[in-house]
Protein backbone atom coordinates (compact mmCIF):
# COMPACT_ATOMS: atom_id res chain seq x y z
CA UNK A 1 0.00 0.00 0.00
CA UNK A 2 1.13 3.20 -0.95
CA UNK A 3 0.12 6.21 1.42
CA UNK A 4 -1.71 9.13 -0.16
CA UNK A 5 -0.86 12.37 1.28
CA UNK A 6 -3.99 14.62 1.33
CA UNK A 7 -4.47 18.14 3.17
CA UNK A 8 -5.90 16.50 6.38
CA UNK A 9 -2.64 13.75 6.72
CA UNK A 10 -1.28 10.46 5.01
CA UNK A 11 -4.31 8.24 4.34
CA UNK A 12 -3.55 5.23 6.02
CA UNK A 13 -7.34 3.54 5.22
CA UNK A 14 -9.33 4.57 2.70
CA UNK A 15 -13.37 3.78 2.22
CA UNK A 16 -13.18 0.68 0.53
CA UNK A 17 -10.64 -0.92 2.93
CA UNK A 18 -12.71 0.38 5.80
CA UNK A 19 -15.69 -1.35 4.61
CA UNK A 20 -13.88 -4.92 4.20
CA UNK A 21 -12.32 -4.50 7.51
CA UNK A 22 -15.07 -3.84 9.24
CA UNK A 23 -17.12 -6.84 7.50
CA UNK A 24 -13.97 -8.82 8.18
CA UNK A 25 -14.16 -7.92 12.28
CA UNK A 26 -17.86 -8.80 12.39
CA UNK A 27 -17.51 -12.23 10.86
CA UNK A 28 -14.55 -12.83 13.55
CA UNK A 29 -16.87 -11.52 16.53
CA UNK A 30 -19.13 -13.85 14.80
CA UNK A 31 -17.27 -16.55 14.58
CA UNK A 32 -16.04 -16.65 17.89
CA UNK A 33 -19.00 -16.14 19.77
CA UNK A 34 -21.79 -18.05 17.53
CA UNK A 35 -23.47 -19.89 20.03
CA UNK A 36 -24.84 -16.76 21.48
CA UNK A 37 -28.13 -15.58 21.55
CA UNK A 38 -27.44 -12.21 22.66
CA UNK A 39 -24.78 -9.84 21.94
CA UNK A 40 -24.53 -6.46 23.05
CA UNK A 41 -22.37 -3.80 21.52
CA UNK A 42 -21.16 -0.67 23.47
CA UNK A 43 -19.62 2.28 21.43
CA UNK A 44 -17.25 4.65 23.20
CA UNK A 45 -18.45 8.08 22.50
CA UNK A 46 -17.91 9.44 19.31
CA UNK A 47 -16.09 7.50 16.54
CA UNK A 48 -16.55 4.17 18.53
CA UNK A 49 -20.23 4.84 18.16
CA UNK A 50 -20.15 5.13 14.69
CA UNK A 51 -17.81 1.68 14.29
CA UNK A 52 -20.51 -0.06 16.59
CA UNK A 53 -23.57 0.86 13.95
CA UNK A 54 -21.55 -0.70 11.22
CA UNK A 55 -20.75 -4.17 13.00
CA UNK A 56 -24.38 -4.19 13.80
CA UNK A 57 -25.80 -4.04 11.09
CA UNK A 58 -23.11 -6.75 9.46
CA UNK A 59 -23.41 -8.96 12.80
CA UNK A 60 -27.14 -8.61 12.81
CA UNK A 61 -27.14 -10.14 8.88
CA UNK A 62 -25.23 -13.23 9.88
CA UNK A 63 -26.90 -14.09 12.87
CA UNK A 64 -30.63 -14.25 14.44
CA UNK A 65 -29.07 -13.37 17.81
CA UNK A 66 -30.77 -10.65 19.11
CA UNK A 67 -28.26 -7.38 18.42
CA UNK A 68 -28.40 -4.72 20.98
CA UNK A 69 -26.41 -1.65 20.55
CA UNK A 70 -25.42 1.10 23.32
CA UNK A 71 -23.02 3.95 24.12
CA UNK A 72 -20.63 4.33 26.71
CA UNK A 73 -19.85 7.72 27.44
CA UNK A 74 -16.21 8.70 28.01
CA UNK A 75 -13.44 11.52 28.62
CA UNK A 76 -11.31 10.85 26.43
CA UNK A 77 -8.87 12.83 26.83
CA UNK A 78 -9.03 12.84 31.00
CA UNK A 79 -10.87 9.24 31.30
CA UNK A 80 -10.45 9.55 35.10
CA UNK A 81 -11.61 12.79 35.39
CA UNK A 82 -15.29 12.01 35.08
CA UNK A 83 -17.87 8.79 35.83
CA UNK A 84 -18.82 6.50 33.08
CA UNK A 85 -21.85 7.03 31.56
CA UNK A 86 -23.56 3.49 29.81
CA UNK A 87 -27.50 4.50 28.14
CA UNK A 88 -27.85 0.96 29.07
CA UNK A 89 -28.95 -0.20 32.24
CA UNK A 90 -25.78 -1.71 33.61
CA UNK A 91 -27.50 -5.51 34.82
CA UNK A 92 -28.71 -5.96 31.07
CA UNK A 93 -24.77 -7.00 30.59
CA UNK A 94 -24.70 -10.11 33.07
CA UNK A 95 -24.36 -12.88 31.05
CA UNK A 96 -23.68 -11.30 28.05
CA UNK A 97 -21.76 -11.34 25.38
CA UNK A 98 -20.46 -7.38 25.56
CA UNK A 99 -18.22 -6.27 22.40
CA UNK A 100 -16.87 -2.67 23.58
CA UNK A 101 -15.86 -0.74 20.33
CA UNK A 102 -13.43 2.42 19.71
CA UNK A 103 -12.36 3.87 16.80
CA UNK A 104 -8.41 4.17 17.56
CA UNK A 105 -6.38 2.24 20.83
CA UNK A 106 -3.49 4.64 21.62
CA UNK A 107 -2.32 4.37 24.83
CA UNK A 108 -4.99 2.00 26.57
CA UNK A 109 -6.26 4.68 28.89
CA UNK A 110 -9.85 4.83 27.90
CA UNK A 111 -10.62 1.30 27.36
CA UNK A 112 -9.10 0.32 30.32
CA UNK A 113 -11.52 2.76 32.01
CA UNK A 114 -14.58 1.78 30.53
CA UNK A 115 -13.63 -2.19 30.78
CA UNK A 116 -13.09 -1.84 34.24
CA UNK A 117 -16.34 0.12 34.47
CA UNK A 118 -18.25 -2.49 32.04
CA UNK A 119 -16.74 -5.99 33.98
CA UNK A 120 -18.45 -4.81 36.75
CA UNK A 121 -21.72 -6.31 35.21
CA UNK A 122 -20.33 -9.99 35.03
CA UNK A 123 -20.52 -10.14 31.58
CA UNK A 124 -20.11 -13.81 29.68
CA UNK A 125 -17.60 -12.02 27.59
CA UNK A 126 -16.16 -8.67 27.48
CA UNK A 127 -14.21 -7.93 24.29
CA UNK A 128 -12.72 -5.20 22.33
CA UNK A 129 -12.47 -4.45 18.97
CA UNK A 130 -11.09 -1.22 17.41
CA UNK A 131 -10.47 -0.34 13.70
CA UNK A 132 -6.85 0.92 14.05
CA UNK A 133 -4.19 0.21 17.12
CA UNK A 134 -1.27 2.33 16.86
CA UNK A 135 1.08 0.03 19.53
CA UNK A 136 1.70 3.24 22.02
CA UNK A 137 0.16 1.26 25.22
CA UNK A 138 0.73 2.43 28.67
CA UNK A 139 -1.73 -0.02 29.96
CA UNK A 140 -1.77 -3.47 30.14
CA UNK A 141 -4.50 -4.11 27.50
CA UNK A 142 -5.17 -5.21 23.79
CA UNK A 143 -7.83 -5.08 21.27
CA UNK A 144 -9.08 -8.46 20.99
CA UNK A 145 -10.11 -7.73 17.36
CA UNK A 146 -7.94 -4.95 14.94
CA UNK A 147 -8.91 -4.24 11.98
CA UNK A 148 -5.10 -2.63 11.07
CA UNK A 149 -1.81 -2.45 13.29
CA UNK A 150 0.09 0.53 12.78
CA UNK A 151 3.14 1.68 14.00
CA UNK A 152 3.38 5.15 14.61
CA UNK A 153 5.72 8.07 16.54
CA UNK A 154 4.59 9.22 19.59
CA UNK A 155 4.20 12.73 17.86
CA UNK A 156 1.49 11.29 15.46
CA UNK A 157 -2.21 10.46 15.78
CA UNK A 158 -4.88 8.44 13.70
CA UNK A 159 -7.70 10.41 12.79
CA UNK A 160 -10.96 8.42 11.37
CA UNK A 161 -13.67 9.56 9.26
CA UNK A 162 -16.71 7.77 9.38
CA UNK A 163 -19.37 9.17 6.80
CA UNK A 164 -20.46 9.09 3.08
CA UNK A 165 -16.48 8.20 2.25
CA UNK A 166 -14.91 6.64 5.28
CA UNK A 167 -11.21 7.49 5.86
CA UNK A 168 -8.16 7.21 8.37
CA UNK A 169 -5.30 9.41 8.35
CA UNK A 170 -2.16 9.50 9.72
CA UNK A 171 -1.48 13.47 11.17
Request: charged letters at 25%.
Amino acid sequence: MTPIKTKKGTEVLGHGRIQTIVERLAHEIYEHHHTADEFILIGITGRGTDLRQRLGVILSSLTKAKIRTGECYVNKLKPMSEAIRLDLPLEDLKGKVVILVDDVLNSGRTLVHAMGYLITADPAFLRTVVLVDRIHRNFPIRADYVGLSLSTTIQERVEVEFGKEDYAYLV
